[in-house]
């Protein structure tokens, strides 16, 4: 290998995250904490945050369900050449 270091890094990891402990009571302490955490941002959110999510997922369910269209573009430069030549395939979602 050119250079180890990266892989000698790496075998020498040791997690500093309070979720990697093997106190069992810090971990879940921790745990908690994260999860009140989201309850606490979640409670926040007001009726009109909460129905602009909605309107997310129901415009991204729309645009899912629609099937999907093809764009012609030409673009020629003032001496007559094909000024932009550009072939995107979307992904096959099908397969």
Known sequence: MQNDDSLKNLAAFSPKSPLASDDYKLRRATL??????????SARKSVGDLLNSVLALSSRTRRILKPTVSIELDVYSPSGNR???WDYQAPNHDE
């Open 32 to 41: 908690l904490g994260l999860a009140q955490q989201m309850v606490d941002k």
């Open 83 to 85: 000024a932009i030549q």
